[in-house]
């Protein structure tokens, strides 16, 4: 393709996406309900710039300092509130600047996938599908961390790529600052920073090993320099050595029951009230859950917590448009919600295997989908944590598409 014509297309994906984001935020422009998450989050934003504590707290404000989320989002939600102190437009703000995220996202997506395949078709049609994916769209008015945390992700992809491709050393220092702006958001992807410099050494620096060790050290500077506040934060306040954050505990232990089945029952006060004790207490509970009902429990860490996450797209028929949040769909979202949830299940699946077969790059993508997922099977099963997924999929459907496309044409021009 001509450059300008795809730099056409690309720039009317991310202006239609953009739209679509901003009319679902005004669709909901006097909705206002928080609850969870969200609520936490504002509360805590709020506490950091009125007091000066940074705590997260499920009952409120927390009243003194903690480690139990990390502080990208947190302090994203704060540089906003100290600039307009009205609670409703910080929120309306907050909502305008991830529908930007939200749609500078497909940009993203195709600087990312275009680095890794050279190909203008598959990173045209996934940056089509992170514009136009409903969940993606209506995500921006929540006050929540998937939409930075995708767009840090898939900026994190494009320069480790473009670090390890063009040999060039500050990029690589860039992509370890921005792999750790994105644990500071979402801390998920943190034993999978080495995953890259594995595939590179196979595929380019097998007969170099020093220049990819240089290339390691570069990116971990960088990572190290961005974190580092954080650590020396929690040491000095906390008394504790604390890498990304304390919260995982309840997630854990919330994952040990299968299928969802009488959560938390033979949990005790004691343990709910204590991060600690619910890691312990879910060690325990996977262990003896192996020992003594293998089958159950193997289904459940497997099959079954996949299904939990992927049967339904996030906020597809969720409490959070009905009563009493009420908030209101975008009109042809019903339709959308089934087609291109269908489509990226099918298709990437498909996908990750065909695509698997015949090209390295897509085994190491569908290596790295696996182990992604793998990390997230720990814990509780929700469709929420498919956010960050559901991108990989898409890459494998637009990959397919594209080679069963381009097949079909050159079949069609000799026929």
Known sequence: MERRFVLKILFSIVIVGLTLRIGFLLINIDNFRLYGDAKNYILMSHQLVENGIYGYSAD?????????VTPGYPLFLSVVYSIFRDPYTQITIVRILQAVIGSASALLAFLAVYRIFRRND????????VA?????????????TEVTALATMLLYFYLATAGLQDNKGYLNVIAGLA?????????????LFVIPFIYAYFKHYRTRRHELLIRFI???LG????????????????????????GSGHPLLGGTYPFLTNIFWDASDEVMGSTALQIAYAKKRIINGFLTQPILYLKWYTAGKVYEMFSKPWLYDHMLFANPWRYIHLPFVNIFYVVFHGLFMSLGIIGVFLNS???????MIGVYL????????FFIPANRYAYQLMFFLMVEAAFLICNITGKLRRYLRQV
Not at 60 to 68: E, I, V, Y
Not at 179 to 191: E, M, Q, T, W, Y
Not at 357 to 363: L, M, P, S
């Open 60 to 68: 409120g404000k927390s009243g003194s300092p903690n480690a139990f």
């Open 370 to 377: 696996f182990l992604f997922l793998s990390l997230y099977l």
């Open 132 to 144: 136009f994916y409903p969940t993606y769209i209506e995500s921006t008015v929540f006050i929540l």
């Open 223 to 246: 990572f190290i320099v961005v974190m580092l506040p954080w650590w020396i934060r929690n040491y000095t306040v906390l008394d504790s050595i604390i890498i990304t954050a304390t």
């Open 179 to 191: 792999f750790a702006i994105h644990i500071l958001v979402r801390p998920a992807l943190l034993p």
């Open 122 to 129: 598959v990173a045209l049609l996934t940056a089509f599908f």
């Open 218 to 220: 570069q990116s971990a």
């Open 357 to 363: 077969y015949v090209d390295k790059i897509n085994r």
